[in-house]
């Protein structure tokens, strides 16, 4: 099963390169297979690269869903 993690564009770089906040966490990714990205975008990051552009509403909830995930994970 792959993950795709969601996250905010803050900076775009040059060579396809942009810094992405995930869960207040920076992280250099690659946009090369959305060329049209923007800084505050959200996208979905699986293995390095943005690999969907998404709502912000949508990234909201999904990492609540991972937040609530985690917790389950950790009571067992």
């Not at 959200?42 to 909830?61: C, P, S, T």
């Amino acid at each position: 099963m792959c993950l795709g993690v969601p996250a905010q564009i803050v900076e775009i770089q040059s060579d396809w390169g942009a810094i992405a906040d995930v869960d207040g966490n920076q992280v250099p990714i690659s946009v090369a297979l959305l060329p049209d990205v923007k800084v505050g975008d959200y996208v979905l990051i699986h293995a390095g690269f943005a690999m969907e552009l998404i709502d912000g509403q949508i990234a909201r909830e999904t990492r609540q869903l991972l937040e609530e995930l985690k917790e389950l994970r950790s009571d067992g």
